[in-house]
């Protein structure tokens, strides 16, 4: 049994893989309007004060930066980064979304 387990038949498979998700905050700059939701990898999903339901997903760039992209049922597209200080991301009409992912 012990070489069993020595030569990983038994391995252990990790649980957590280090795809970036988690519970998502943004606020716009300007109007202070809020998208808010959760999601890990190619599957996040926010949802907007509107009751707009936005899908994205998240890739990862660098050990430290993750892109992200968001889009709605109207066509519309929100992108941006995310790295040790926070997430700043951008709509087609040049507003700044700023947030953080817990």
Do not use: C
Not at 25 to 49: I, K, M, P, V, W
Not at 64 to 89: H, K
């Amino acid at each position: 049994m012990n070489l069993m387990i020595q030569r990983g038949i038994f391995k252990r498979r990790r649980t957590h893989s280090k795809i970036p998700g988690g519970f998502f905050n943004f606020e716009e700059e300007g109007s202070n309007t809020r998208l808010y939701g959760f999601g890990h990898g190619d599957h996040l999903r926010l949802r907007d004060e509107f009751g707009n339901i936005w899908r994205g997903t998240a890739e990862k760039v660098s050990e430290e930066s993750v892109r992200y992209t968001f889009r709605d049922a109207n066509g519309r597209t929100i992108t941006g980064v995310a790295d040790s200080f926070g997430v700043v991301l951008r709509d087609g009409r040049g507003k700044t979304w700023r947030g953080f992912v817990e």
